[in-house]
Every structure is written in C-alpha cells, then in structure tokens.
C-alpha cells in the first residue's frame, strides 16, 4: 500500500483513506481468500457482494440457493451477477464466469 497526500493506492486503485483500504482488504480476508486474489478482484473492480455471489455460482450453486445461504433476494443476487458481467466486460453470465476463472479470481 502506497501513501500519497490523501489517496492510498492498493493494486493499482486509488482509494481515499487507509481505513477504507483496510476495510475493503480484510473483508476479502475473512472468506480465506489469498492476498494474490484479492489483488486480482480489486484490480478488475468486482464488489466484495458481487465477489461472493459469482463464488458460490462457480461451486455449483443456484441463485435461489445463493439468495437463501446469504439471506438476500433473488433479485439481489441477479443485481449481482449482472453488475459483475458489467464490470468483467461481458455479455452473458457463462463468458462471465470464464472471464473470472481465466483471471484467477474463482
């Protein structure tokens, strides 16, 4: 983590406060996700909801079983999965998900 005047940078981003950082950092952590990782995730942009939705759907689950193991709707699982497609670039969920395995984020 690099310390500008007001800015800290963490893998090539520019996040206004060391805490923030932190934050965003160590919720990445408490999944057991390796530093090489989070570097990745946080270098593409995929939030820490989209993150874990998009996890979950690599294991095998549905998004009905997804929305009930985080206590969320269906549709907030589907805001997830479509702002990662955005985020990752791609048009569909399947390219999607290939996106992330080819870059090493699941």
């Known amino acids: 983590v690099s310390q500008s005047r007001y800015r800290f940078n963490v893998a090539g981003l520019d996040i206004k406060s060391k805490l923030a950082a932190r934050r965003k950092i160590d919720r ?23 993150y874990r939705v998009i996890r979950l759907l690599a294991i095998g689950y549905s998004q ?13 699982v589907r805001r997830h999965v479509y702002g990662a497609i955005e985020t990752m670039g ?16 699941i």
Do not use: K, N
């Open 28 to 50: 990445f952590r408490r999944l057991g996700v390796s530093e090489e990782v989070i570097i990745r995730i946080l270098q593409v942009g995929i939030t820490f909801a989209e």
């Open 64 to 76: 009905l079983q997804i929305a009930a193991y985080l206590r969320i709707s269906v549709r907030s």
């Open 90 to 105: 791609q048009d569909a969920m399947v390219p999607m998900m290939l996106e992330a395995q080819r870059r090493g984020i």
